[in-house]
Structures are given as C-alpha cells and as structure tokens.
C-alpha cells in the first residue's frame, strides 16, 4: 500500500484547501478510504470516509458542512476539499484505505500534508 498526499498549506481563518492523495499497490476502487488528521500533541482523528464507488460518505460532527470527500477511481486518487477552515482544523492530514475510525487511526501510511489555519 501507498499513498502520498498533497495539497496542504497556510491559510488565515475562513479560507479554504483541497487535499489529494494518491493510491497505489492495491485495488483502490474496491477499497473504502478515509482521511484522518493528527493535531498537535494529539491523537489521530478520523475525519471523513467515502465507500469504494463514492455513494456512501460519512463525516466526523467537527467537519460536517464544511468538508467535502470525493475520489477518482480512474486515476486512484481521493480528495479532501476544506471549506470555512478554523484554527482547529490545523493539523497533518492523513489518507488511508478504510472506512471507519477504528481501521484508520492505528497507524498512518504516508508522509502526510501539513494544514495550518492561522488567525
């Protein structure tokens, strides 16, 4: 498995970012994907989740209306657009194959994209 995400930055509050992240070395059409995030001295948290054909989405309370995932089965790659971004959104931004918090927060698969949301 390998993925590798992109797309993060610096940006004031309010302001907006899309994360990608690109798949290989398994069927990733087949697969659930999530991005999970890991603030600061904290743990990591389960964000958002898209089933393998993009029908079925769930979003953490935190992001809900503000966060959009999406995928691209044709090219293996999922997206993360962020949208009213808050100085709690800082945190590495992670992508990984499964769909729920207890399969994506163990361990992270690639480097990550940094988000930092500045007042």
């Known amino acids: 498995v390998q993925v590798a995400e992109s797309g993060g930055g610096e940006v004031q509050v309010g302001g907006s970012l899309r994360l990608s992240c690109a798949a290989s070395g398994f069927p990733f059409s087949r697969n659930d994907m999530s991005w999970v995030r890991r603030a600061p001295g904290e743990d990591l948290e389960w964000v958002s989740a898209i089933n393998g054909d993009g029908v079925v989405i769930y979003y953490a309370d935190s992001v809900k209306g503000r966060f959009t995932i999406s995928r691209d089965n044709a090219k293996n790659m999922l997206y993360l657009q962020m949208n009213s971004l808050k100085s709690e959104d800082t945190a590495v931004y992670y992508c990984?194959?499964?769909?729920?918090?207890?399969?994506?927060?163990?361990?992270?698969w690639g480097q990550g994209t940094q988000v930092t949301v500045s007042s």
């Open positions: 990984a194959p499964g769909g729920t918090a207890a399969s994506t927060t163990r361990y992270t």
